[in-house]
């Protein structure tokens, strides 16, 4: 069965400085892998995703993130964070066969530091 | 584009009482989630549908919660009776296909007391 884990529960960063959000998945095959953020009171929006070929993916904001089969990782990465970054993150994966369900991490919270 | 719309935004009830939440997908959008995200923790899938059919219901309650999106478009999620552990977030998402991505509405947050 699938999941994902974000071992990081919170995390705090000074506005400018670069930024790694962890995740790590539980798939047998090649997982289609997301990233999603929701800021507070509002639903989650769609950061980038992973479906194959290039391992490092762009996403909206600047946010890129590189999938690692052999790490059975998905982080998510930003060069420089910017305030308005403050949310929660949420990785994803579903499986490549079957139903579309999407199965989340239990998300990390990025404070920015001014 | 609209996006996908929830109502109500906020709900509160008290324990053994009824609520029900209304879902409109974005327009085109067959396939239609249900999530339930409890405070600190992830979206959990209770239901999906495809235009007005069951794809997975395995994770939702079915002695408490139903769901229906009887004309393929717009989806209601009924809670009764309610429980305290029920209080959470419940999101509403929709895709293209079935393989697509999904795109999540605000989601209605529901305190049971």
């Known amino acids: 069965a699938q999941s994902v884990t974000q071992p990081d529960i919170h995390i705090t960063v000074s506005e400018g400085a670069s930024l790694e959000l962890r995740c790590n998945y539980s798939?047998?095959?090649?997982?289609?892998l997301f990233w999603y953020v929701q800021s507070p009171g509002q639903g989650l929006q769609l950061l980038l995703k992973?479906?194959?070929?290039?391992?490092l993916v762009q996403g909206i904001k600047g946010f890129e993130a590189e999938f690692k089969r052999s790490q059975s990782s998905f982080n998510l990465r930003k060069p420089s964070v910017h305030w308005s970054d403050a949310a929660e993150y949420f990785c994803?994966?579903?499986?490549?066969?079957?139903?579309?369900?999407?199965?989340f991490g239990t998300g990390t919270r990025l404070t920015v530091i001014p | 584009e609209a996006g996908v719309a929830q109502s109500p935004r906020y709900k509160i009830i008290e324990k053994r009482q009824s609520v029900a939440f209304w879902c409109n997908p974005i327009?085109?959008?067959?396939?239609l989630y249900w999530y339930q995200q409890i405070l600190g923790q992830g979206p959990k899938l209770l239901i999906q549908?495809?235009?007005?059919?069951?794809?997975?219901d395995s994770q939702l309650p079915k002695d408490r919660f139903s769901a229906e999106r009887l004309k393929g478009v717009d989806s209601t999620l009924k809670i009764q009776p309610a429980k305290l552990e029920d209080s959470a977030v419940y999101l509403c998402?929709?895709?293209?296909?079935?393989?697509?991505?999904?795109?999540f509405g605000p989601g209605t947050r529901l305190t049971v007391l």
């Open positions: 998402a929709s895709s293209w296909g079935g393989i697509d991505t999904q795109y």
């Open positions: 994803a994966v579903r499986g490549n066969t079957g139903a579309n369900n999407l199965f």
């Open positions: 549908f495809q235009n007005n059919g069951v794809v997975d």
């Open positions: 798939y047998g095959a090649t997982p289609y």
């Open positions: 992973y479906f194959s070929g290039d391992t």
């Open positions: 327009s085109g959008h067959a396939t």
